[in-house]
């Protein structure tokens, strides 16, 4: 039976496709134009139509579905997402969807209605590829569910692939280690010859800055009077802490603050992300280390090695990594003041 007009169509596509059926509704574009504009795809005819049944119940009811509305991208989801549930979630809760996101972004300028199941499976497998951790994946998987559910919402999406990703099975995270005298001295080597990112790894290693805390510092995180940083996530205790600036990397700073970038450690003026730092810059370096295995958590653990053997004040080695001083009565009344913290940090040889 003829649909009446404008309650959309079924199309069957040509060409070898595995959902050749496509869903299509009449609408008027921003000019006032009458735009025939694709739905959603289906492998069945029998789908498709069920699935555009229901498209003009929702419509019939008042639900209608613009041309801006249907040309949502994953970036403009997330970042109205975002907007709001920031506002509400914990600080350790934002900082794990800004994480998930340096992953989950690589489709920011896909349209959303666009985007299928084995694009969301080839992030989360590529999280897999890239040694990430078994919590670091489900994070991932956490974020894009959230993002469907608010997408189908809205309707703008028409089926939610989330439900459908096979997040693959990663054995414990890699060993945690930390560099010996002699690989840190071979890589103070390579930062001073100039070696690409070596210099990033040592900063890391006398910060014991995380590693999204490291690559998201600003030039406005760094006072010059203090020689100190200021910044942190993931806690109540770690974040805005202080981190002195150790005399051994200030040189390194002051080289990648002269570029004037948004972001400290940069590459060509533009941010750097996590997954990128790690598969690229840091596997770099340690290849030339001959440490294959490390991950940028090493750099933390050899920090907090280093400090605890020089001797490096327990409460302000605590103040300083950002881990919590609950319980410790003296800590509630100890504030951090700099100059103790930059006295404390000398200490590492």
């Known amino acids: 039976m003829k649909r009446a007009n404008g309650t959309g169509t079924v199309v069957k596509l040509s060409g070898n496709r595995s959902r050749p059926y496509c869903v299509r509704i009449s609408q008027r574009d921003k000019r006032g134009y009458v735009i025939q504009t694709a739905v959603s795809y289906h492998a069945k005819a029998a789908e498709a139509q069920a699935a555009l049944d229901e498209l003009v119940k929702k419509i019939q009811a008042g639900n209608h579905i613009s041309a801006d509305t249907i040309n949502t991208t994953w970036g403009q989801a997330y970042e109205i997402w975002s907007a709001r549930k920031y506002r509400i979630a914990g600080p350790a809760s934002v900082a794990s969807y800004k994480a998930s996101w340096s992953r989950v972004g690589a489709l920011a300028d896909r349209k959303a209605r666009s985007i299928t199941i084995d694009d969301l499976q080839a992030i989360i497998d590529q999280d897999a590829a890239d040694g990430m951790s078994s919590s670091?994946?489900?994070?991932d998987c956490i974020l894009i569910k959230a993002l469907f559910k608010f997408l189908m919402e809205r309707d703008i999406v028409a089926k939610d692939y989330s439900a459908f990703i096979q997040v693959p099975k990663v054995g414990p995270k890699h060993t945690k280690g930390a560099f010996d005298d002699?690989?840190?001295?071979?890589?103070?080597?390579?930062?001073?010859?100039?070696?690409?990112w070596a210099d990033t790894v040592l900063m890391l290693?006398?910060?014991?800055?995380?590693?999204?805390?490291?690559?998201?510092?600003?030039?406005?995180?760094?006072?010059?009077?203090?020689?100190?940083?200021?910044?942190?996530?993931?806690?109540?205790?770690?974040?805005?802490?202080?981190?002195p600036v150790h005399p051994k990397i200030r040189l390194y700073f002051d080289r990648w603050m002269a570029d004037q970038a948004d972001t400290i450690i940069h590459q060509d003026g533009n941010p750097v992300s996590d997954r990128w730092y790690r598969a690229s810059a840091f596997k770099g370096?340690?290849?030339?280390?001959?440490?294959?295995?490390?991950?940028?958590?090493?750099c933390r653990h050899t920090f907090v090695t280093r400090a605890k053997i020089a001797g490096v004040d327990e409460m302000a080695l605590k103040f300083i990594v950002g881990h919590s001083q609950r319980g410790n009565i003296t800590a509630q009344y100890t504030h951090p003041d700099p100059t103790w913290l930059a006295t404390e940090m000398a200490k590492i040889a």
């Not at 690989?183 to 690409?196: C, D, H, I, T, V």
């Not at 290693?205 to 805390?213: A, D, F, V």
């Open 205 to 243: 290693c006398y910060t014991g800055l995380r590693i999204n805390e490291f690559l998201s510092l600003t030039p406005f995180n760094f006072d010059p009077d203090t020689g100190c940083l200021t910044g942190g996530s993931k806690t109540e205790a770690g974040k805005g802490r202080t981190v």
């Open 182 to 196: 002699l690989q840190m001295a071979r890589l103070e080597k390579l930062a001073k010859e100039g070696f690409p």
């Open 285 to 298: 370096v340690m290849d030339a280390l001959g440490v294959p295995d490390a991950t940028p958590h090493w």
């Open 136 to 139: 670091s994946i489900n994070n």
